[in-house]
Structures are given as C-alpha cells and as structure tokens.
Nanobody, 124 residues
C-alpha cells in the first residue's frame, strides 16, 4: 500500500507563490514517476507536471510552463511543486500521484495511487 499526503496549499493573492509538497510512504521506491494534477470546481482533473524517477526529466502543462517547477527528493520521498506568479485560473485542488512508469506521463490513467489533495485558492 502507498500513501501520499499533500501539503502547502492555501490562499494567496494573484502574482504570489506557493510550494506544494507531497510525502510518500508505504511500499514506494525511487523508481516511480510522480505527477501533479489539479481539479477546479466543475472541471475535469487536468495534468500539471510530472517528473521521472531519476528526477532528470520533467514535463509541464502549457498553463504552468515558466511558472511551475516540479522537483523531488528521493531520499526523503518528497515531491514538490513550486508555483510562481499565480493567477485566479490556478485555483483548484491539487493532487499528487505516483506511477510505476519510469518516465513521466500526462495521463491520469497511468497513475495508480493518489493523495487526498490540497486546496489552492488565488484571489484576484
């Protein structure tokens, strides 16, 4: 069993920054891909960013390119999402997820464990 716990969400003004963290526990290994997704009210869950098992390869949704940075600390089993220059469209519940694939994926179907999510609200 794998557990993922997100933290770091909150209320921030437009233009501000937040750093989300995701702590993994249980039967995990550093060979797993990690990803961040988000879901706004009334919308489908969408891809935000992914990082390969080694941490050397990352990919971002167009909405976050140049503003978001995903990173990981395999020794601590932590994954981060640094979000800068936030705007109201970034308001959503953010989820981290783990995939057994060694390389990143933009598709939620490739992830088999999910956290409970952390709320990010950006006021304009």
């Amino acid at each position: 069993q794998v557990q993922l716990v997100e933290s770091g969400g909150g209320l921030v003004q437009a233009g501000g920054s937040l750093r989300l963290s995701c702590a993994a526990s249980g039967r995990t290994s550093s060979s797993y891909t990690m990803g961040w997704f988000r879901q706004a009210p009334g919308m489908e869950r969408e891809f935000v960013a992914t990082i390969s098992a080694s941490g050397l390869n990352t990919a971002y949704a167009d909405s976050g390119k140049g503003r978001f940075t995903i990173s990981r600390d395999n020794a601590k089993k932590l994954v981060y999402l640094q979000m800068n220059n936030l705007n109201a469209e970034d308001t959503a519940v953010y989820y981290c997820a783990i995939s057994p694939r060694p390389v990143g994926s933009r598709y939620s179907r490739d992830y088999n464990y999910w956290g409970q999510g952390t709320q990010v609200t950006v006021s304009s």
